[in-house]
């Protein structure tokens, strides 16, 4: 049998999905929705996006492990320093701890919240904010930790492919080479 060189392509396109999603949801969050008072007409709608980009990055993250079990893999990646590989490993499987955290952090903010009542049924209306909320305090740390992750990994592909000249980047392109 031959040797896996990349990763299956729907484990590709879910991984750039999801790395877009993930930045997005974030970036909304902490840039739009934490500095907008909860009485802006807007944030019924913003918030909703937010909603529905985390519940939709969960269940994408759940596909994503599930394709990853499945489907053939590449080698692990080998360097002459053994202790940065398992750093390596060890940032790959916090990240998809991290996703799932912040997610289900968030979805924990929105039932204690009552925030889908709010705004998928308008029933209710937004509390002053959400600072009152210990799981409001969760998420975001449980985010913040995820966008960490995200530049660990981000740097470290750019090592191995800059540095190390190893293109560890063909792995995760749907390119044909």
Avoid: C
């Amino acid at each position: 049998m031959s040797e896996v060189k990349r990763y299956h392509p729907s484990l590709i396109a879910l991984h750039w999905l999801l790395a877009i999603a993930i930045i997005g949801v974030f970036a909304m969050g902490a840039f739009v929705l934490d500095e907008m008072k909860n009485d802006v007409p807007a944030k019924m709608l913003l918030l909703q996006m937010h909603v529905l980009g985390g519940a939709t990055i969960m269940l994408l993250t759940i596909v994503r492990l599930i394709v990853r079990m499945k489907t053939a893999k590449p080698a692990p990646v080998v360097t002459d320093n053994p202790k940065m590989d398992k750093v390596g490993t060890g940032v790959h499987h916090a990240l998809y701890l991290f996703t799932l955290l912040a997610a289900m952090s968030g979805m924990a903010l929105a039932i204690k919240s009552d925030l889908l009542n709010i705004l998928f049924r308008n029933i209710g209306t937004l509390p002053a904010d959400f600072e009152g909320y210990v799981v409001h305090e969760v998420h975001a740390v449980m985010a913040i930790t995820l966008i960490g992750l995200t530049l660990v990994h981000v740097a470290g592909a750019l090592k191995h492919q800059l540095v190390l000249k190893n293109n560890i980047l063909a792995r995760m392109s749907l390119r044909k080479d």
